[in-house]
């Protein structure tokens, strides 16, 4: 009964021949192959997790909008807040503006909102950037609060104030680019002015419009997110509908928490039940989808490039296989005059292949799980040995060192590939043992 996988374990057996060293060659190369399969999709699927995480733990998980100006949106709020498992609601106003800070310019994006309140307070709170407590060793403070109580206060993110050196407490000035248009309106009745007063009143009214608003910075944000963190601005609703010379009832529209955020689609569903026709509900996937379809395409075109490693590994295994074959001819021809069968011969030269695609699999795994523990830290060694930013935040777009995440799935499709492919590679040299006729196997010794 265990004929053919003591012969296999025995011509397995290291004797400190060539064969010995072609075998382990072989083991090595599915180890490599398996090794850097687990890497690289461990690392797709923990950027794809940092990027949900980011979106989930900052962004809204519902926005509803008309495609234009939303007027009236107080009624609207407070139906959609009657929907079961919606957490908090807020209008918003949204657009880019130019942002001064002592000369310094930039063109953020401002999102005027109503002061959160409840859990959705201590959210935005456990999202601010942290630094050093200079007063406590080891202790770290957090930089200023989410506070958008009043029109002159705003909460920027962490890359925007570095980029432009602001700190907790200064001022910063607001402009809004929707005035463009009209300074040019003003300035051409200006030209067509008849007396000195009509002109004189023109640049007044010009000096009203491009008058900036002035809001201290009372917190700095840390989102996880480097394209937000280095983007985004937080204000009252009142200040960015001043910018965008809103009335007190307009917003661009209405962002929605909800309980669970992997339920957006049942949600979602029972907000179309109320809302009115002219409205549309958009979920975090969808506002998100070229994203999130970028990394799965990404992640499946390495799984293939990388599963071609896999293959050519497997390759070892058949030209080692074969070799073994002919070396063994003369055993498998006096194996064969014993009364041994074709499939007894054939399984054991398929169980040599599997065992050693197991044993690559097997050590393939174990490297793997290695390289990813240490994973930070041989990015940064890398880093500085070869001046290269292996994942460059910047870039990527998400904070925290290299990510990673291993599911039991994507752990089983790897190694169950891999094993099949180490056994299909031995199957050939077995059939080729199998019907080997005996009288030409012992003739060729």
């Not at 609703?237 to 001043?242: W, Y």
């Not at 009115?276 to 509900?281: G, H, I, L, N």
């Not at 074969?322 to 064969?336: A, F, M, P, Y």
């Not at 492919?421 to 050939?428: D, E, K, N, P």
Request: glycine share 8%; proline share 4%; with cysteine.
């Amino acid at each position: 009964m265990f004929f053919s996988p003591f012969l296999a374990i025995r011509y397995l057996t290291p004797k400190r021949t060539f064969m010995s060293i072609i075998t382990v060659i072989s083991i090595l190369g599915v180890a490599l192959g398996v090794w850097a399969m687990i890497v690289v999709i461990s690392v797709f699927t923990g950027y794809g997790e940092r990027i949900k995480e980011s979106i989930l733990g900052f962004e809204p998980h519902i926005v509803i909008d008309n495609g234009s100006i939303m007027k009236d949106w107080f009624d609207l709020c407070e139906e959609v807040k009657k929907v079961k498992g919606i957490e908090a609601v807020t209008p918003f106003v949204r657009g880019q503006v130019v942002m001064d800070f002592q000369g310094l310019r930039s063109a953020p994006l401002v999102r005027g909102i109503l002061p959160p309140e409840g859990k959705e307070l201590e959210r935005m709170r456990s999202k601010l950037a942290k630094q050093p407590d200079p007063a406590v060793p080891n202790k770290m403070i957090t930089k200023g609060e989410f506070d958008v109580s009043d029109p002159y206060s705003c909460v920027i993110g962490d890359g925007l104030a570095e980029g432009q050196g602001i700190n907790v407490g200064d001022t910063v000035l607001l402009y809004s680019p929707r005035d463009i248009d009209a300074i040019m309106k003003s300035l051409d009745e200006i030209e067509g002015a008849k007396d000195e007063k009509d002109r004189k009143a023109g640049l007044n009214e010009i000096r009203q419009m491009t008058a900036p608003q002035e809001v201290t910075v009372k917190g700095i944000f840390d989102s996880g997110n480097w394209e937000v963190d280095s983007n985004v601005i937080f204000t009252n609703l009142e200040t960015a509908q001043v910018l965008y010379s809103f009335g007190l009832d307009e917003c661009h529209g209405i962002a929605l928490r909800t309980e669970d955020a992997f339920r957006v689609d049942q949600y979602r569903d029972e907000l179309y039940k109320i809302l009115p026709q002219k409205y549309r509900a958009l979920t975090w996937a969808q506002m998100n989808k070229m994203v999130f379809d970028a990394v799965a395409a990404e992640r499946q075109a390495m799984f293939l490039i990388l599963f071609i490693i896999m293959i050519v590994g497997s390759f070892g295994i058949m030209s080692t296989m074969i070799t073994i074959t002919v070396q063994k001819r003369t055993e498998i021809g006096l194996l064969k005059a014993l009364g041994s069968r074709e499939h007894q011969i054939a399984w054991v030269f398929l169980f040599q292949g599997m065992l050693v695609g197991l044993l690559g699999v097997i050590c393939g795994f174990l490297i793997a799980e290695f390289t990813l523990h240490f994973r930070n830290e041989m990015s940064a060694w890398i880093g500085q040995v070869f001046h290269v930013d292996i994942f460059a935040a910047e870039i990527y777009k998400v904070d925290g060192g290299l990510p990673a995440k291993q599911t039991p799935r994507d752990l089983s499709i790897i190694m169950a590939s891999a094993f099949t492919c180490c056994t299909l590679a031995a199957l050939i040299p077995a059939l080729i043992a199998a019907f080997l006729q005996p009288a030409k196997a012992l003739r060729s010794q």
